[in-house]
């Protein structure tokens, strides 16, 4: 099962909208409505911030969504912010042997 | 609160083998599905295995299939992680982290532990 691929990095400035995208298979992305987007700052583990496609838990900013479109699923954040600088991974479900599968990563930055 | 405690990373020669424990408190571990995700130094992430909660079901990621092996004990709400075989490449950053689902495993986890190094090198 080959990782999902995110682009290497995204940038922008405060107050701006950035998408980060994230492109499986029909055996992933495209065939369940399990996409999971991970943000990771430095030397700390991942925090969940949108779940099954679309659904923030409970404490994510409401400028974090998600969505998907056939086997491409992105996260967008609005209104970024200092804080959003990190490193971002999206996740999901397959039916190959292997279950679950994270994508490359994009390092996002604020300039 | 809902607390994942990762314990038994370390230095390990090729070849040698390893326990991970995570110790889990704040809510109903027999209840949740757990996996074990790992990070290489500077790399991303990458699954490795999951336990269903009565520990029936367990799948692994081919890179570790046949030389890890995934446990739980519900009555100590501890996840296991052993660890046979190891390599150089298994040198990561060791996570316990809880599926957010109850009911199915959908690959989202909504706690994670602070991670266990392990490093394999001669």
């Known amino acids: 099962q080959s990782a999902l691929t995110q682009p290497a990095s995204v940038s922008g400035s405060p107050g701006q909208s950035i998408t980060i995208s994230c492109t499986g298979t029909?055996?992933?992305?495209?065939?369940?409505?399990?996409v999971s987007w991970y943000q990771q700052h430095p030397g700390k583990a991942p925090k969940l911030m949108i779940y099954?496609?679309?659904n923030r838990p409970s404490g994510v900013s409401n400028r974090f969504s998600g969505s998907k479109s056939g086997n491409t699923a992105s996260l967008t954040i609005s209104g970024l912010q200092a804080e959003d600088e990190a490193d971002y991974y999206c996740?999901?479900?397959?039916?190959?042997?292997?279950?679950?599968?994270f994508g490359t990563g994009t390092k996002v930055t604020v300039l | 609160q809902v607390q994942l405690v990762e314990s038994g990373g370390g230095l390990v020669k090729p070849g040698g083998s390893l326990r991970l424990s995570c110790a889990a408190s704040?809510?109903?571990?027999?209840?949740?599905?757990m996996s074990w995700i790992r990070q290489a130094p500077g790399k991303g992430l990458e699954w490795v295995s999951y336990?269903?909660?009565?520990?029936?079901?367990?799948y692994y990621a081919d890179s570790v299939k046949g030389r890890f092996t995934i446990s739980r004990d519900n009555a100590k709400n501890s996840l296991y992680l052993q660890m046979n075989s190891l390599r150089a490449e298994d040198t990561a950053v060791y996570y316990c982290?809880?599926?957010?689902?109850?009911?199915?495993?959908?690959?989202?986890?909504?706690?994670w532990g602070q991670g266990t190094l392990v490093t394999v090198s001669s």
């Open positions: 982290a809880r599926e957010v689902s109850e009911w199915e495993p959908t690959g989202a986890f909504d706690y």
């Open positions: 704040g809510f109903t571990f027999s209840d949740y599905y």
């Open positions: 336990i269903s909660s009565s520990g029936s079901t367990i």
């Open positions: 029909s055996s992933d992305v495209g065939g369940y409505n399990y």
């Open positions: 099954d496609v679309s």
């Open positions: 996740s999901s479900y397959t039916s190959s042997s292997t279950p679950y599968v």
